[in-house]
């Protein structure tokens, strides 16, 4: 994974636009951490294969970024995205790392489904 580039990332998001795409939306800061400070509120979301068709999306921000995908009922959107990388199966990955370069959030984008 490489540090966000804005412009690419843009045009790379416009490539899964008007298309049926899956996406995956993942966040977490630690499922184990409250194992280690049950003072530690932990949370996070997932989403895998969610069948979508997105009008337009669009990164926002200075980083760490935000990418909204809106779709015809209403908005999809992950926050504090930092990398990105398309990889070899076509699948756009982007992910917010913390400052101990774990991942906090993903957001993916493939024309096929994630493998479970």
Do not use: C
């Amino acid at each position: 994974m490489e540090p966000i580039a804005v412009t690419r990332v843009q045009t790379l998001i416009d490539s899964f636009a008007r298309k049926d795409v899956y996406l995956h939306l993942e966040t977490t800061n630690g499922a184990y951490a409250s194992h280690f400070d049950q003072s530690f509120f932990s949370a996070g979301a997932y989403i895998r294969n969610a069948h979508i068709n997105y009008k337009h999306g669009k990164i926002i921000g200075d980083g760490p970024y935000r990418v909204g995908l809106e779709l015809n009922i209403g908005w999809v959107y992950g926050e504090g995205l930092t990398h990105f990388e398309l990889n070899e199966d076509g699948q756009l990955i982007l992910a917010g790392l913390n400052h101990e370069d774990k991942i906090a959030v993903t957001l993916e984008i493939s024309e096929q489904p994630f493998r479970k």
